[in-house]
């Protein structure tokens, strides 16, 4: 059993954080890589990127947002309860390099995900600008720690209500303008990453993606997580997370994304819970 | 002798075809007591058992068939420990055809004794209404072994070496123990219940059962050393599945049989939304592949509602791999077979769901490395067979999570652990393999044969050093 030390809902309880319990993962950690959680005895193993690590301690940090039946059933679980099972670290830690000038790109949840990798970035030295996005302000997170983890925050919003009014890919397109950008991380929403890669391929800049399809066992033991990546196969699970955003086939990720969007809709209904 | 061999090999009960193929219940239903007295009788307690000679583990296989002749149950079973620690699990999904019942002389003339019959009879008689008794045990060497895996090699391993006193970790990468015999073989063939109650009989022994503990990632060989473990056993299996490398092979409702065979049988997808992982139920079923996991994928996908549910083969029916209680139960429940049919694409729509496979039409030419004869394409037989889920049981190659990150752990030239055949010692001081990461997928039985050896080479090594 992994035990919820400390839990936080960041928007509203639509976002949720959970510092978990869990020493033999945070001893191992590195950025970049994921575990997966199974809440109960029926459930279902979800695969997330962790936010965070205390090796010390012996935590890790999730940030999920709540979109369906299994992450309604982690939004229940208070400080002192426990998930039943916590699988990890899995999948190939983030590649870090100090290039010099980097851009990291992030979309909702995606910036739980980018805030370690943005901080290791900037730590080995490189100068960082991050660009966030999110539909409006009340739904932005992380917002001081990604100010603290880079060495320029720019924020966007789809509504106007903070920041500047647009995508991230309108202030993306400035930085690139200024030129001598040598790596583009983007963690976020599926057409998100597919934009930002298809923009910094018109700059040629070397691009990282994290991705997040669905999965069952997270050890290249099923082949659900296949992606494809420069028309090679590829398991996010092993492979990845991370690939060159400029080789995945995002359009085929987002439909393997919706394989189970009728059942899950119906999964949710059923069980009474509420997003 | 004259009067025993007048007495027909029992038949063990089934459920009706008809019913079964709607249900995940277990489909032979045990002998009966009267009924397995009956089948004991009709060994001739052979002076040189052949069976024996068929048997991977040795088990005294007259010996404990005399022992339930004699009505004396816990003694047939203990016959049965002394050798196998898994007996309702071997009885169930042994391919006895080509090994004990085999080699059994009265099945020249006749049928052969239905001996795993009679291994599941006991095995079943204990689990049920046992002593509970356990079996004894050496006084303690002090010594620790690390086991990684805790499917049918690793189990033996386990239970080998904790009654010669040593102690024993099983460190398991899935939140449940029993490796294949839990997420792959379906409930239908060998409930779960039955290895949950083999891994609690070992439990009970003494054996600790870490689960979630992926070895490579989450702690590694070396740090299991460091941590204290005298020995390391690994036995990961073949964890990394085939696909065929033809187009539209990553559509949805396309799946590798590891995938949904998990679903439905460790994450029980098949009582969704009860549980909450999802599985697609397609009508129209196509399993690519006909070894025993394309059955239990094509009989699985029948119990979650298929109309149809075909396998398609690129070899003919001679070659097929399954063991044959698997193919007459799968025809049975109607499953149907397309034989020399090969798959070279896959179509889909725009969901991007598949619609139906291209199939390519082969005939049989030379014998190839394996011993059986090539399967050679006709040119321009292809044909489509509509179907919205394809299952691709083709086998499984070696996952590389562990043998990558171990120092000094040598492979051979598909990656598969290099170990000896007769004791399992690999290229790495302290470390054993066995099972399907050193011979490649393979049976249950063969998983435990090699683990059987290697306990006995760690217990040398323990006592003696490498």
Not at chain 2, 329 to 358: D, I, Y
Request: hydrophobic share 40%.
């Amino acid at each position: 059993m992994f035990e919820i030390v400390e839990r936080e809902e960041m928007t509203g309880g639509t976002v949720i954080r959970n510092e978990i319990e869990a020493p033999l993962i945070a001893r191992k950690a590195k950025p970049g890589q994921f575990v997966i959680l199974k809440a109960n005895e029926t459930g279902e193993r979800i695969p997330l990127t962790m936010a965070d690590t205390d090796p010390e301690k012996g935590t890790i940090t999730i940030i999920y947002m709540v979109v369906g039946k299994s992450t309604a059933i982690f939004r229940n679980l208070k400080v002192g309860d426990a998930y039943q099972d916590i699988i990890g670290p899995l999948g190939a830690p983030t590649h870090l390099e100090k290039v010099g000038k980097v851009v990291c790109v992030g979309g909702g949840t995606g910036i739980a995900v980018l805030h370690p990798i943005t901080r290791a970035l900037k730590e080995i030295g490189n100068d960082v600008t991050c660009i966030v996005g999110a539909r409006s302000k009340d739904i932005l997170i992380l917002e001081d720690e990604m100010k603290k983890a880079s060495n320029d925050l720019r924020i966007c919003t789809d509504d106007g209500s903070y920041g500047h009014h647009g995508f991230v890919t309108d202030v993306l397109k400035e930085v690139l303008e200024k030129g001598d950008i040598k790596l583009a991380v983007a963690i976020g929403p599926v057409p998100m990453m597919k934009f930002v890669s298809k923009m910094t391929k018109e700059y040629n800049v070397k691009t990282m993606v994290s991705l997040n399809p669905i999965m069952v066992d997270g050890t290249g033991m099923c082949g659900c997580c296949r992606v494809s990546v420069g028309g090679e196969t590829k398991f996010a699970c092993v492979d990845g997370p991370e690939f060159d955003g400029h080789k995945v086939d995002y359009d085929e990720l987002m439909l393997r994304l919706l394989a189970y969007r009728e059942d899950e809709t119906r999964s949710l209904e059923e069980s009474g819970l509420k997003l | 002798m004259a009067k025993k061999e007048k007495i027909a090999r029992q038949i063990m009960p089934e459920q009706e075809p008809d019913i079964r193929a709607k249900n995940f219940e277990e489909v032979p239903l045990g002998l009966t007591q009267e009924a397995a007295v009956n089948e004991a009788q009709r060994c001739m307690q052979c002076k040189k058992p052949a069976c024996v000679e068929g048997c991977p583990v040795g088990v005294d296989i007259p010996g404990f068939i005399k022992l339930i002749a004699e009505e004396k149950f816990v003694g047939s079973i203990r016959k049965i420990w002394e050798k196998n620690a898994l007996p309702a699990v071997c009885g169930r999904v042994c391919p006895q055809e080509l090994q004990c019942e085999g080699k059994c002389i009265i099945g020249k003339k006749g049928d052969s004794v239905a001996i795993g019959n009679l291994e599941r009879f006991v095995a079943d008689k204990e689990r049920i209404s046992g002593t509970g008794e356990l079996p004894p045990k050496a006084a303690p060497t002090g010594k620790k072994v690390a086991v990684v895996g805790s499917g049918p090699s690793g189990l033996t391993v386990a239970g080998d070496l904790i009654l010669k006193g040593h102690q024993v970790t099983i460190f398991e990468a899935f939140h449940k123990p029993g490796g294949v015999l839990v997420y792959g073989i379906p409930e239908f063939r060998l409930p779960k219940d039955i290895v949950f109650s083999e891994v609690a009989f070992l439990e009970k022994l003494g054996v600790t059962v870490d689960c979630n503990a992926v070895v490579g990632r989450t702690v590694s060989v070396d740090e299991l050393f460091e941590e204290g473990y005298d020995a390391v056993y690994i036995g990961v299996g073949a964890g990394l599945p085939r696909f065929l490398n033809v187009p539209g092979e990553n559509l949805v409702g396309l799946f590798s049989a590891n995938e949904y065979l998990t679903r439905s049988n460790l994450m029980k997808a098949y009582r969704f939304p009860e549980y909450d992982t999802p599985i697609i139920r397609g009508k129209n079923v196509i399993t690519l592949g006909a070894g025993n996991v394309a059955m239990d994928s094509a009989r699985t996908a029948l119990r979650m509602g298929a109309e149809k549910s075909r396998i398609v083969y690129r070899r003919s029916r001679d070659e097929v791999p399954a063991r044959g209680a698997e193919v007459h139960h799968a025809e049975e429940e109607g499953v149907e077979f397309f034989f020399l049919t090969s798959p070279v694409e896959f179509k889909g729509n725009e969901q991007g769901r598949v619609t139906g496979m291209v199939g390519l039409k082969m005939e049989l030419g030379e014998p190839d490395d394996s011993g059986r004869r090539r399967p050679v394409p006709i040119e321009g037989s292809e044909f489509e067979l509509e179907c919205d889920l394809a299952i691709v049981a083709v086998g499984a190659g070696p996952n590389p999570l562990l043998t990558q990150t171990t120092e000094g752990l040598d492979l051979n030239r598909w990656d598969y652990i290099l170990a000896d055949e007769a004791t399992g010692k690999t290229s790495k001081k302290g470390v054993w393999a066995g099972g399907d990461i050193v011979t490649g997928s393979a049976t249950v039985i063969l998983a435990m044969g090699a683990g059987r050896l290697a306990a006995d080479s760690i217990h040398d090594y323990l006592t003696w050093g490498w």
